[in-house]
C-alpha cells in the first residue's frame, strides 16, 4: 500500500496537513475543498484537485474527511453515498460518538478517527491518531495512515474514538486550566508564569502517578486512602479558595473542585483517597468505600 491512491476532503489546516503527509509520503493524493483557492499550494506540490465532492470521492479507494463539524460532513457527503460504496470512509471531524455511529454506514469499511496533535506535528512522533470503526479497514490501510502519526485501535464501536477524544480533551482542560489559574495567583505576588511553568511540569509528571494508582481503585471499586483521605485533600482546598480571594483571584476554578470534593465527603467518602471523587461524576456517590 505505499502508493496508495487517497482523497482528503476539507482543507482547513489540519486537512492541509494531513494532505501534506500524504503527498510527503508518496500517496497519489487527490484534494477537494468548498473554496478551491485553498488547494493552490497542494496542487502545487503534485495534488490533483478534484473539481466536485463526487469526483474526489471516486479518485480513491481510501477517502479521509476532515471538516468543520458532521453537519457539514452529512451535507458534503450525503448526495454521494453511492459513490462511497467500495470504499474505506475516514472521517476525521470532531464530533460525538452517536454522530459517528450515525455515519457508520455511509461506506462499505468506516472509520471514525480523532487527532491527538496540532497541524504543525502531523507526520512527526509526538503525533497520533484515535480510530475504531471496522477492524478489517483499519488493518488494509493501517500503513498508509501511519504517515500521519501513530495510530491506535480501540475496536469495533465507530464512537469509542471519539469519546478517547472528549475524555483526553477533558484531561488536557483541566490541566490547563489548573496552571492559569496557578500562574494568576503567583502573578499576583510578581512571579513570572515563565518562572512557575517548570514547577508545574515537574508536578505534572509526578500526577501520572496518581492517575495509574487510582486507575486501579476505580476498575476494583475500591479507595484506600494509601497517600491521602479525602479530607485531607479537602483541607488544602480550602486554603487554595482562601488564598485565591486573598489575592483578588477568580475562586471559581478552585470553589468548583471543592465543591466536588465536599460532594463525595457528604456521601460517605471522607476517608477515602482522591478516587472515590469518580463516584460523584457518575452521579452515583457510594457511601460504602
Aim: glycine share 10%; charged share 15%; hydrophobic share 45%.
Amino acid at each position: 500500500m505505499s502508493n496508495e491512491p487517497v482523497t482528503v476532503i476539507g482543507l482547513g489546516l489540519m486537512g492541509k496537513a494531513l494532505a501534506t503527509a500524504f503527498l510527503h509520503a508518496g500517496h497519489p493524493t487527490t484534494v477537494w475543498n468548498r473554496t478551491p483557492g485553498k488547494a493552490d499550494a497542494l496542487a502545487a506540490r503534485g495534488a490533483v484537485v478534484a473539481p466536485t465532492v463526487g469526483d474526489a470521492v471516486r479518485a480513491s479507494s481510501l477517502v479521509v474527511v476532515c471538516l468543520t463539524d458532521y453537519t457539514v460532513v452529512r451535507d458534503t457527503l450525503a448526495p454521494h453515498r453511492a459513490d462511497l460504496a467500495g470504499r474505506t470512509l475516514v472521517n476525521l471531524t470532531s464530533g460525538t460518538s452517536a454522530e459517528a455511529r450515525e455515519t457508520a454506514g455511509w461506506a462499505s469499511d468506516h472509520l471514525d478517527g480523532a487527532i491527538m496533535a496540532v497541524p504543525g506535528v502531523i507526520a512527526t512522533p509526538e503525533a497520533f491518531l484515535l480510530f475504531s470503526g471496522s477492524a478489517s479497514a483499519f488493518e488494509r490501510h493501517e500503513e498508509t495512515l501511519k504517515c500521519l502519526g501513530n495510530g491506535v485501535y480501540f475496536g469495533e464501536d465507530p464512537g469509542l474514538a471519539s469519546l478517547y477524544d472528549v475524555a483526553l480533551l477533558g484531561v488536557m482542560w483541566g490541566t490547563l486550566n489548573a496552571f492559569l489559574h496557578g500562574a494568576a495567583l503567583l502573578g499576583a505576588a510578581k512571579v513570572d508564569a515563565s518562572v512557575f511553568a517548570p514547577f508545574a511540569n515537574q508536578w505534572v509528571a509526578s500526577v501520572t502517578g496518581f492517575v495509574s494508582e487510582y486507575a486501579g481503585q476505580i476498575d476494583k471499586g475500591a479507595y484506600p486512602a494509601e497517600d491521602a483521605s479525602l479530607d485531607t485533600h479537602l483541607a488544602t482546598m480550602r486554603y487554595l479558595v482562601r488564598e485565591s480571594e486573598a489575592a483578588g483571584v477568580d475562586t471559581e476554578w478552585p470553589a468548583l473542585v471543592q465543591t466536588l470534593a465536599e460532594r463525595a465527603r457528604g456521601a460517605g467518602h471522607a476517608g477515602a483517597s482522591y478516587a472515590s471523587l469518580i463516584e460523584v461524576f457518575r452521579g452515583t456517590p457510594r457511601s460504602d468505600s
